[in-house]
């Protein structure tokens, strides 16, 4: 690494502590997994950046603040199997696997998904599993997860999300008040005996609804 990278991380470091990332484990995992390497080229001298990025099949990356924001809500243990519903450039998915034992992550996007498996190869995460699927659909497959995180607005109750999630296990989503002005991010636990139970973990943004079904065309 050069002094100029290694500079443009700890900066990178600076600025999430600022926005409220207050965790020393994620904070030295958010400097590990450089955004650069997961963004498109041209973006590579912006990445650093707290904003939302286009990343091609007309989606966006979210503020790294807000992914870092939702792995923290997490609450991740290093013997954690974690479900991800949208895989995006993998950026995200390469920071959950610096926790969980196993990611199983999920893009609706072919080209996505192809982009993204070859960038986790590079890095190195034999752990990581990234599939083109419908994030909807998994839920007829009856496996569940510990954790599962969601890259979009879901609509409550979010039940086919919730049943992927293990007895005691726990769910972070986003929810979005009436005409979307305004997006929370919330963690959904199962507890052991059913009942749902809800807390909010703070505003969100540059997340965009999540959309059912498999994209033929890209």
């Known amino acids: 690494m050069s002094a100029s990278e290694a500079e443009e991380r700890a900066q990178f470091t600076l600025a999430m502590r600022a926005k409220g990332v207050k965790d020393i484990e994620l904070l030295r995992a958010l400097e590990r997994v450089p955004r650069a390497l997961f963004m498109p080229q ?18 966006t990356s979210p503020p790294p603040s807000i992914v870092a924001a939702m792995i923290a809500a997490l609450d991740l243990k290093p013997s954690d199997t974690v479900c991800e519903i ?41 752990h990581v599993e990234i599939l083109w699927a419908d994030g909807f659909e998994l839920h007829a497959a009856g496996r569940t997860f510990d954790k599962v995180i969601t890259h979009g607005i879901v609509t409550p109750p979010a039940r086919a999300f919730l049943d992927l999630v293990a007895p005691d296990g726990a769910m972070i989503a986003a929810f979005a008040g009436s005409g979307r002005a305004e997006q929370r991010i919330v963690r959904l636990t ?4 059913g009942p749902v139970h809800m807390a909010d973990f703070g505003r969100a943004r540059g997340l965009r609804p999540l959309e059912r079904g498999l994209s033929r065309g890209l």
């Open 42 to 59: 041209r973006f590579a001298d912006i990445a650093g950046r707290d904003i939302a990025l286009p990343i091609g099949c007309g989606q």
């Open 86 to 126: 949208g895989t995006g450039t993998g950026y995200c998915t390469a920071l959950l696997a610096q926790f969980a034992k196993e990611v199983v992550s999920l893009e609706r996007y072919q080209t996505l998904a192809v982009e993204a498996a070859a960038r986790i190869r590079a890095f190195g995460l034999p």
């Open 190 to 193: 199962l507890g052991a005996d």
